[in-house]
């Protein structure tokens, strides 16, 4: 599975911002896919994960609220609509997509190159 993430960028405190992770190379039928975080200096952290199949969707208590994590079978996408952005959403954000649904990062064998989100305060 390859998995290219984009979206980020520069945004104000109180703005939003959707990320977009593309899958390819094979079927994505029973993988999760997932969004992790890792700000300087910090640990990577859990985001938000949804089941390719099912419609489940996990958050991270940080973002509930404000993150929607979404996918489009169609386009083999899975997006991540932000919004309230705080300055500690300042992070590179990772996509990641493993078989069944996890909130560790450990458990995740395929990762996006990570796209850098900024919010500004």
């Known amino acids: 599975v390859q998995l290219q993430a984009s979206g980020g960028g520069l945004v104000q405190a109180g703005g939003s911002l959707r990320l977009s992770c593309a899958a390819s190379?094979?079927?994505?039928?029973?993988?999760?896919m997932a969004w992790f975080r890792q700000a300087p200096g910090k640990e990577r952290e859990f985001v938000a994960v949804i089941n390719w199949s099912r419609y489940d969707t996990y958050y991270a208590d940080s973002v509930k609220g404000r993150f929607t994590i979404s996918r489009d079978n169609a386009k083999n996408t899975v997006y991540l609509q932000m919004s309230s952005l705080k300055s500690e959403d300042t992070a590179v954000y990772y996509c990641a997509a493993r078989v069944g649904l996890s909130t560790s990062g450990g458990d995740y064998d395929y990762w996006g190159q990570g796209t850098q989100v900024t919010v500004s305060s």
């Open positions: 190379g094979r079927t994505l039928s029973s993988y999760a």
